[in-house]
C-alpha cells in the first residue's frame, strides 16, 4: 500500500511501563486521523516514534515510502526525511526570545544548508513566504512580535504557520489544544482540517478530547496502555463504546464526552466487531 505511515509490530518499553505494545497501524496519503486516549495510553510516544524523535526496543516505522526506522535503529537520512514532516507540540515549542516570523521560518532550516540555517539567513522571498504563512492563519499582524508576547492559541497558529513554510506532507500534532481555551482550540483544529483539505497534506492529531475528534477527523484510532483498541470511523465513538474499549478507565474520555456541547451524538448502538479490535 501506498501509505503516508506504516507501523509494523512497534515496541517500546521504559522503567516505569511498556508505553508501546506491538502496535501496528497503516495511515493513507491524505487522511485525517484523531488519536485518543486517556494520559498514559501511549499516544505521544507513538507520535514520537514515527517522526523518529524516539527509538522503539523493535518493530518497524516508515513515512511517505522512507524507513524512519527498524529495531530500535532509526535512519541516517532522517534530517531530510524530516523536511516532509511537520511536528506541532503541546507546548508549541517556539524560542520566545526571537519574533514570530523567526520562528516560522525556522520551518525552512531542514531544506537549507548547515551554514545558512546555522546563520538563520533567509531570504526575502522566505520571508514573503511566511509572511503569507502567518496571514493564512490570521496572524499577520504579529509577525515582528516577540512569540514570548503572544497568546497561546496564537502560538500555536504560529507553530501551524511553521508548518506550512516548511511544506510538510506529513503534520503530527501531538495534543496542539490541550492548554488552549476552548475557542482557540476550535480555531486550531479548523486550521488543521484546513491545511488537509486545502493543501493535501496528512493529519494525525492526538486528542484527549473526543468531541474534536467526531468533529474534524473522519478516522479516530483509541489507544489504551499502548495498545490499539479501536481504529475506525470517528462518527462510531458513543459513550458505550468508549466504555466497552477503555472500562474503567473511562473517566477522562467520558466525561468529555457527555459535557460537550460541541457535538451532537450519533445514536446509541452496539458497535460492529469490524470496528472495534479487542481490547486487552
Not at 58 to 81: D, H, K, P, T, Y
Not at 141 to 150: C, D, E, G, K
Not at 199 to 226: D, N, W
Amino acid at each position: 500500500m501506498n501509505a503516508a505511515i506504516q507501523i509494523a509490530g512497534l515496541n517500546k518499553t521504559f522503567p516505569c511501563c511498556k508505553a508501546l505494545d506491538d502496535v501496528s497501524l497503516t495511515i493513507g496519503h491524505g487522511e485525517m486521523v484523531a488519536l485518543i486516549g486517556a494520559s498514559g495510553s501511549g499516544k505521544s510516544t507513538l507520535l514520537r516514534h514515527v517522526s523518529g524523535f524516539v527509538a522503539a526496543d523493535s518493530g518497524e516505522v516508515a513515512v511517505l515510502n522512507r524507513v524512519v526506522q527498524v529495531n530500535g535503529r532509526i535512519s541516517r537520512n532522517i534530517r531530510s526525511l524530516r523536511a516532509d514532516v511537520g511536528f506541532v507540540f503541546q507546548q508549541f515549542n517556539l524560542v520566545n526570545r526571537l519574533s514570530v516570523m523567526t520562528n516560522v521560518l525556522i520551518g525552512l532550516l531542514y531544506r537549507t544548508s548547515r551554514f545558512r540555517a546555522l546563520l538563520m539567513r533567509f531570504s526575502m522571498a522566505e520571508r514573503q513566504q511566511a509572511l503569507q504563512a502567518l496571514a493564512s492563519v490570521g496572524i499577520e499582524q504579529f509577525a515582528w512580535q516577540r512569540a514570548a508576547t503572544l497568546s497561546g492559541g496564537q502560538q500555536q497558529r504560529a507553530a501551524l504557520a511553521r508548518c506550512i513554510v516548511q511544506e510538510a506532507k506529513l503534520v503530527l500534532a501531538d495534543e496542539p489544544i490541550a492548554s488552549l481555551d476552548p475557542e482557540s482550540a476550535r480555531k486550531v483544529m479548523e486550521l488543521l482540517a484546513q491545511m488537509n483539505r486545502e493543501r493535501s497534506c496528512t493529519v494525525v492529531v492526538s486528542l484527549h478530547q473526543v468531541e474534536f475528534a467526531i468533529k474534524y477527523c473522519p478516522r479516530t484510532v483509541a489507544m489504551h496502555r499502548g495498545k490499539v483498541v479501536y481504529d475506525g470511523p470517528s462518527s462510531a465513538l458513543t459513550p458505550q463504546l468508549l466504555g466497552e474499549l477503555y472500562g474503567t478507565d473511562i473517566d477522562e474520555l467520558f466525561d468529555m464526552l457527555l459535557e460537550s456541547p460541541a457535538v451532537k451524538l450519533p445514536p446509541s448502538r452496539k458497535p460492529s466487531p469490524s470496528l472495534a479490535t479487542q481490547a486487552v
